[in-house]
């Protein structure tokens, strides 16, 4: 299983999600690989920072950059259960190849106009894909979501009526919102920050259970590929 995370724009939390779904897939027993196709390279940040405070290594992972991403996938795709791709925040090569050789491609987007906006130039980007990747599937993950109740609700309710409304006129097939969603969280970064999973960093329960609903709607939608 290959499974992506796109975004032309930054800051949306690829990072973090493709490190912390690495981390969840291993504590599960699956040998699992992490692609940092992001120049950032923040996946080598995670792996320092786990090295220094004294812990092995979860997963493993590697940096690949440019045209040969995906025959790197090709190489790699048989050899580990589950190939995790971090893609950096711009439209690049590494970015169209992931979509091109993705089981699953997960978008996280900020509920915002700007980033709404995005999200319809994304899911062109699936659409056209589809041409290529025809069993391709789409996830639309709301991120970053407000922690205020009462905000929370309407900002994701407002996001699903842009979402429906934009599918419906691309007309695309397999692309789908989530249910679930990722807050802004100060846990999600401080766990990246000492290099640990969500399981090992103690006190996060409600970081820690809004992720795990998210792992598990997306082994639903992993187990019907």
Not at 44 to 66: H, Q, T, Y
């Amino acid at each position: 299983m290959v499974i992506s995370f796109c975004n032309e724009k930054g800051g949306c939390g690829k990072s973090t999600l493709s490190i912390l779904l690495s981390a969840r897939l291993a504590e599960d027993g699956d040998e699992v690989l992490l692609i940092d196709a992001d120049p950032q390279k923040s996946v080598n940040v995670f792996m320092e920072a786990r090295n220094s405070n004294g812990l092995s290594p979860l997963f493993s992972s590697i940096s690949k950059l440019g045209n040969t991403l995906k025959d790197e996938i090709r190489l790699m795709r048989n050899k580990f259960d589950c190939l995790i791709i971090d893609t950096g925040g711009r439209d690049t090569v590494e970015m169209r190849q992931s979509f091109l050789s993705s089981d699953v491609v997960i978008i996280p987007v900020i509920p915002s106009s700007l980033d709404e906006n995005i999200m319809k130039y994304m899911i062109d980007i699936f659409h056209k894909s589809k041409d290529y990747n025809e069993n391709l599937v789409g996830l639309i993950l709301p991120s970053k979501i407000t922690t205020n109740p009462f905000v929370q609700t309407k900002e994701l309710q407002d996001f699903k009526g842009v979402f429906e409304e934009t599918k419906k006129e691309s007309g695309v097939e397999n692309l789908f919102l989530m249910e679930s969603y990722i807050a802004d969280r100060k846990a999600y970064k401080d766990t990246i920050r000492m290099g640990k999973s969500l399981k090992e960093f103690g006190g996060v329960e409600t970081a820690k259970q809004e992720f795990e609903k998210f792992f598990q709607e997306l082994v639903k939608f992993a187990l019907k590929k």
